[in-house]
């Protein structure tokens, strides 16, 4: 319900003058997002041109070639990149606004295809990690709230404090050492794509975002419980397990919709340390690749995938409380 | 008597400031604490040596005594992630207060420019922003700063925004005080509080961000010593050497654990409501 399609939630909007958020509201949302892509674009576009590295040197480098001063003039003149600031960024946004968002440097292919490519393993590691995440955080956030301040609650709470703290690299890094080089039963390079290779990916990112989550469904769980509802039920005698995963569990997972939606957005523009350190073909390892040999448009073009995919996903967090929230569906 | 009483008091603060301050001193007085140790003089004959009583991290690739490096290591990840929580405090503060004090064409400027900022994951554009101007540690402080002052000025601007309309700031503006009068003694000690708590419990997260982008190459260079970077040196022997990866990373988890109880227990001092 939560992850409902958008397509879905736009024909819901269309059909409904109810929605929470107004037409208004989504319409300056929509323009904000623009905006900020502008922005963003022209921020990345004004780095690249100021940088000190230069793509053709790299680019010949890199085919074997000594990049001597001519040659790399020559091909800077013929690629365009001897042109004014100007001319070069509104060359590029005319051609995005055409679909067309370069070649990389480095693969020589369209960046298009070299995005939509990793699109797939890094949605894959997304939805793998965010569930593991949630089998772990919900459980433990949920005893630590009914059981508050036994020894319980204490040793829950101990952990996330020092789970907070723990680099998700180093996590990432002493789990292939137990797994994969100690007792051998996972492949150290994760380029496979089966299952077995997204258990230790997924299982970092879901270890290094579960003791926040777990700290907040205490926090939620503990708010619910000491409700007016909660304390009517059981007076009334309803069971407490009843009272527990009828009202308080599904109440106590409305805020964690924002957060999640936050994570979510920020893990499908790819985790860059984590597919570093396993070898995951995902969008953030092929970001490290870009920036580090100066693959201007790859980086352009990656950039700009982010900013849209976690706007959007924000926009749709909004949404989804029309469905979870049914006072949303009154508000007007 | 009344400052022991403070310290008495808040047991949990006091044990971690204390550990703060002795990592502190150790970066300080790191040439101490490592024996005299060079942490960059190599000596490949003793390339890759278990931990032993000569060396008690072992060694790296190039014969560097692992111990040494990761005291000196502190020293870069301090005073980087001070700078940070330094650069983005003042920024975020002045830039902050300006827009909830003038409102206007002021407000939507910096608040539009910290919008835009903020509606992006911010690792990604540190990333990219260290990545393209070249690896250096100060390149990495200058990025990360860029993405998380918007943080500091929004909250400094909505604690403005509650008092800008009081009465008595109406007041002391009708009786003929200096705009600068108004902002440093009514806006600035209004802002002050909640901010220097975001700063003490931020300086964790922004050593693991600072970590994390020389990790991937894209902060210190070799043959800095500093704890990201070590542990991406450290990986390709991780079979044959895992005391490389280990103490670093450890160097890392202890630091970053100590400045977020510290923040966390300073946060409980000055604003019991939170808890």
New interface residues.
Partial sequence: MILCSPLCLCKLFLEREEFYLSKKQLISRLL??V??LI??SFI?FL??YV???DPVRHMLTASGTMPTDETVNAIRQEMGLNDPFFTQYFRWVGNCLHGDFGDSYMLHKPVVTLLAARLWPTLKLTIFSVILMLIIAVPLGMISAVYKDSWIDYLVRGIT??G???????VG??L??AFC?KIQIFPVISSGGDFKSMVLPSLTLAIAMSSKYTRQVRTAVLEELSSDYVIGAKARGVKSWKILWLNVFPNSLLPLITMLGLSI??LL?GT??VE??FSYPGLGNL??SA??S?DYYL?QG??LW??VI??VI?LLVDLSYYFVDPRMRLKR | MKKENFFLKYKTFTIFLILAILIVLTAIFAPVVSGGVDPTASDLTQAIEAPSSEHIFGTDKMGRDIYARVIYGSRVSLTASFSIVAIVFVVGLVLGILAGYFGGWVDTVIMRIADMMIAFPGLVLALAVAGIMGASVRNAVLAISLVTWPKYARLARSLVMKIRHRDYVDAAIVTGSKTFYMLSRYMLPNALPTLVITAATDIGSMMLELAALSFLGFGAIPPTPEWGLMLSEGRAYMQSAPWLMIFPGLAIFITVVVFNMLGDSLRDILDPKSE
């Avoid at chain 1, 907070?164 to 180093?170: A, G, H, K, R």
Wanted: with cysteine; hydrophobic share 60%.
């Fill in positions: 904000q997002i905006v900020v922005g963003i990345t780095l690249t940088s000190p590295g404090f020092l907070v703290s723990l680099p998700n690299f180093w890094l002493l292939m050492l080089v957005g920020s523009g860059s340390v570093v350190i970001a490290v920036i580090t100066c980086i990656y950039v982010v900013a976690y706007m924000n």
